[in-house]
Every structure is written in structure tokens, then in C-alpha cells.
């Protein structure tokens, strides 16, 4: 049979050829992959993981599709969800290291949807809260003996969950019809220590926000004029899944299908531990804004320059401004830049070297 002068009998060969291409194409661009992060999250060799993730990457769009499993370094499960093109869909299991369930819930298109319970490590309920889009609605909150603290959005509440690899946040607030209401409190508690910082305190009324005050950033109780904390928020490294961040570890010889990376790690600058996000997190945790240059309206950006170890500690001796602003400024950039930890040091021919960074160090003053 011919069709405006073309065999059908060829056409659906075309057709048939072109999906098993199609096929083909598809099954050679996805792959079941393990890949390895550091304590931040970031992309690192199987030698230096904590965490390892399972699953499948579409090698064309680095993204994963169907089941992903993520694992502690011990080889317990961490957690466990389904996603389509780097999508969370479906439900969602999280789990202690002791491998004990530690919350599960759904997720449709990136966004937490209906009920999402916590549990205790014992296995027993910790709260169940309720989600619509940014809405969070506390439902129920029972203490570790078991107590209803909470009963359908009434009551007290008290939790902490984390927010960093090495943070925690604790709220504790009263409820009135799932509404938050009089004084709320927020505080950081570094998990290896235990120690705890008032973030921040935020008094409602019906719901509504009527006052708050912030110590974070050596604020010292400076007043707010909107709430800063949402009731639940969603953990940092959930909110960022899939934007592959990675450390000068990572490279093309461990992941060839990741041609973004680094073809080997023989030769690298030094970086810091986690990348950009933990050392932005770090020196905003630890930058203070000098009174002086504050009341004189003084703000830029100080550019530092110090010197990398081969061990990874930075030079003391060797902090230099590059950039001056204002001189108590300078000095407040250089007092940070002197604290942060050891990098990861730079490397040549596979050994680590001591090299030369530098660092911008940015003052704004807020409206």
C-alpha cells in the first residue's frame, strides 16, 4: 500500500526503528550509580564518604528517577523515597543511624503534603503534623513518656531537628487550634556538645505575629518586625537535593559519568570543607558587624588573602588585607578568616601542598 506516493509497509519500519532507538537511547543514558558525600552533603570519594547514596542517574541530565536509597557509612539506611528527573514524589521514609523509622511522609512535586509523622528512636510517636503548602498545622505532640502534649493542634510543643550536620534547632511554643500562640523560642544546639544559642524569640496572638526579637549574629535581642521561623522547615539538604554539590575530591576517575568533575585529584586548589554553602554558613555564623563602623554607615567588601598548609591550617602569620574598607572592618574579616577551620589543602602530583586563597569578606548594613 502506498501513501501520497510512500510505502506504509516502510513508514512503520521508520516508526519501529525509530522507537527501538528511542529505547536504547534511554537505556544507555541512565545508570544505577553509588555515589559518595562528605558531612555536608557534598559530592566526595568512596575514601572520605559518610554518606553513600543508590540509585538511578539519567548521565544526560544528572538527575535520578524511580527508588533512591541513601545509606550511613555503617551501611544502615538513611533514607529512602521515589523521584522522577530529581523530583521527590510519593512517600518518603527517614531513618535514625540505629536504623529505627524517624519520620515518613509524602511529597508531591517538591512540596510535603498531608500528614508527616516523627517518631522517637524508641519507635513511639513524637508528633504528627499536617502540611498545605507553606501551611504547617501541629496535630498531635507526645512527650518521650508518652504524654498527649498536644491533642488535634492544642496544647504545648516541644521539638528539635536538625538543621545543619552539626546543628539542631529547638522550638518549643503553645498552640491554640493549631494557631501558635504567646511566646515562642528558637534555639541552636551544636549536636557535638551539646552547648545551645538563643536564635530567637517570636510572640503571637491568634496566629498572627505580633513581636520577636533576634540574638542570632550578635544581634542581642534586636527587635524584628516579622516572623524569621517557619513551624517545620524543611531540612537544608532535602531543599537543595539534586544541585550536586561537590568537593575537589570528586572527580571524573571515581564518576567517569559525570563529566562535570575534575579529570583527576593529582592537582586541585585548596577548598574548604562542605564548599561555598559551609563556609558562607561559617562566617555568617561567626562574622560580627563592628558598633563603630556601624554607626558610621561604614559597609563593602574586605578582600583577605592567607596562606593554605599542606596540612590544611591556615598560615596565621600569613592573613593579609588585600582590600581595605575601614579599619575595624579589616580587622573583623581578618579575626574570622584566622578562625576558620582547616581546608582541604591543595594538591599536586597527588600530594597535598601548601598554596596561597584568597577571600572576599562582605559588610552590608540592613535597611
Same mark, same amino acid.
Given at each position: 500500500m502506498k501513501f501520497c506516493g510512500r510505502s506504509v509497509m516502510s513508514i512503520k519500519y521508520v516508526l519501529l526503528f525509530l522507537f527501538v532507538v528511542s529505547i536504547s537511547y534511554q537505556a544507555h543514558s541512565q545508570k544505577r550509580a553509588v555515589t559518595f558525600y562528605d558531612s555536608a552533603w557534598a559530592l566526595t570519594s568512596k575514601e572520605r564518604g559518610v554518606y553513600y547514596r543508590v540509585g538511578i542517574i539519567d548521565t544526560l541530565r544528572y538527575q535520578y528517577y524511580g527508588e533512591?536509597?541513601?545509606f550511613y557509612k555503617?551501611?544502615?539506611?538513611?533514607m529512602r523515597g521515589n523521584f522522577k528527573a530529581s523530583i521527590k514524589q510519593d512517600t518518603f521514609y527517614f531513618?535514625?543511624?540505629s536504623g529505627q523509622l524517624e519520620t515518613k511522609g509524602v511529597y508531591q512535586n517538591n512540596v510535603r503534603k498531608g500528614i508527616w509523622t516523627n517518631y522517637y528512636e524508641s519507635g513511639s510517636v513524637r508528633e504528627r503534623l499536617e502540611f498545605?503548602?507553606?501551611?504547617?498545622?501541629?496535630?498531635?505532640?507526645?512527650?518521650?513518656n508518652g504524654t498527649h502534649k498536644v491533642i488535634d493542634g492544642n496544647g504545648k510543643w516541644k521539638t528539635a531537628y536538625d538543621v545543619e550536620p552539626a546543628k539542631m534547632l529547638a522550638i518549643k511554643g503553645a498552640l491554640v487550634d493549631g494557631r501558635r500562640s504567646g511566646v515562642w523560642t528558637y534555639q541552636l544546639i551544636d549536636k557535638a556538645h551539646g552547648d545551645s544559642t538563643l536564635y530567637c524569640t517570636e510572640t503571637f496572638e491568634?496566629?498572627?505575629?505580633?513581636? %520577636? *526579637?533576634?540574638?542570632a549574629e550578635?544581634?542581642?535581642?534586636?527587635?524584628m518586625d516579622a516572623p524569621h521561623m517557619f513551624v517545620y522547615p524543611e531540612l537544608t539538604r532535602m531543599k537543595n537535593w539534586g544541585k550536586w554539590e561537590v568537593t575537589p575530591y570528586a572527580s571524573r576517575k571515581e564518576y567517569p559519568y559525570l563529566p562535570f568533575l575534575v579529570e583527576d585529584v593529582d592537582e586541585m586548589p585548596a577548598s574548604f570543607k562542605g564548599g561555598l554553602p559551609a563556609m558562607s554558613a561559617f562566617v555568617g555564623r561567626n562574622l560580627h558587624y563592628p558598633p563603630d563602623a556601624r554607626n558610621k554607615g561604614k559597609q563593602g567588601t574586605v578582600i583577605v588573602t592567607f596562606i593554605v598548609k599542606a596540612d590544611g591550617a591556615i598560615d596565621q602569620g600569613s592573613v593579609t588585607v588585600i582590600q581595605s574598607v575601614y579599619p575595624s572592618l579589616d580587622a573583623e574579616a581578618v579575626r574570622v578568616v584566622k578562625k576558620l577551620p582547616a581546608w582541604n589543602p591543595a594538591m599536586k602530583a %597527588? *600530594?597535598?601542598v601548601q598554596s596561597e586563597s584568597v577571600l572576599p569578606v562582605k559588610f552590608k548594613l540592613s535597611l
Amino acid at each position: 500500500m502506498k501513501f501520497c506516493g510512500r510505502s506504509v509497509m516502510s513508514i512503520k519500519y521508520v516508526l519501529l526503528f525509530l522507537f527501538v532507538v528511542s529505547i536504547s537511547y534511554q537505556a544507555h543514558s541512565q545508570k544505577r550509580a553509588v555515589t559518595f558525600y562528605d558531612s555536608a552533603w557534598a559530592l566526595t570519594s568512596k575514601e572520605r564518604g559518610v554518606y553513600y547514596r543508590v540509585g538511578i542517574i539519567d548521565t544526560l541530565r544528572y538527575q535520578y528517577y524511580g527508588e533512591v536509597a541513601e545509606f550511613y557509612k555503617n551501611g544502615k539506611r538513611l533514607m529512602r523515597g521515589n523521584f522522577k528527573a530529581s523530583i521527590k514524589q510519593d512517600t518518603f521514609y527517614f531513618y535514625y543511624p540505629s536504623g529505627q523509622l524517624e519520620t515518613k511522609g509524602v511529597y508531591q512535586n517538591n512540596v510535603r503534603k498531608g500528614i508527616w509523622t516523627n517518631y522517637y528512636e524508641s519507635g513511639s510517636v513524637r508528633e504528627r503534623l499536617e502540611f498545605d503548602n507553606v501551611f504547617v498545622t501541629v496535630k498531635d505532640y507526645y512527650d518521650k513518656n508518652g504524654t498527649h502534649k498536644v491533642i488535634d493542634g492544642n496544647g504545648k510543643w516541644k521539638t528539635a531537628y536538625d538543621v545543619e550536620p552539626a546543628k539542631m534547632l529547638a522550638i518549643k511554643g503553645a498552640l491554640v487550634d493549631g494557631r501558635r500562640s504567646g511566646v515562642w523560642t528558637y534555639q541552636l544546639i551544636d549536636k557535638a556538645h551539646g552547648d545551645s544559642t538563643l536564635y530567637c524569640t517570636e510572640t503571637f496572638e491568634n496566629g498572627k505575629f505580633t513581636s %520577636g *526579637k533576634m540574638y542570632a549574629e550578635n544581634k542581642r535581642g534586636q527587635r524584628m518586625d516579622a516572623p524569621h521561623m517557619f513551624v517545620y522547615p524543611e531540612l537544608t539538604r532535602m531543599k537543595n537535593w539534586g544541585k550536586w554539590e561537590v568537593t575537589p575530591y570528586a572527580s571524573r576517575k571515581e564518576y567517569p559519568y559525570l563529566p562535570f568533575l575534575v579529570e583527576d585529584v593529582d592537582e586541585m586548589p585548596a577548598s574548604f570543607k562542605g564548599g561555598l554553602p559551609a563556609m558562607s554558613a561559617f562566617v555568617g555564623r561567626n562574622l560580627h558587624y563592628p558598633p563603630d563602623a556601624r554607626n558610621k554607615g561604614k559597609q563593602g567588601t574586605v578582600i583577605v588573602t592567607f596562606i593554605v598548609k599542606a596540612d590544611g591550617a591556615i598560615d596565621q602569620g600569613s592573613v593579609t588585607v588585600i582590600q581595605s574598607v575601614y579599619p575595624s572592618l579589616d580587622a573583623e574579616a581578618v579575626r574570622v578568616v584566622k578562625k576558620l577551620p582547616a581546608w582541604n589543602p591543595a594538591m599536586k602530583a %597527588g *600530594k597535598p601542598v601548601q598554596s596561597e586563597s584568597v577571600l572576599p569578606v562582605k559588610f552590608k548594613l540592613s535597611l
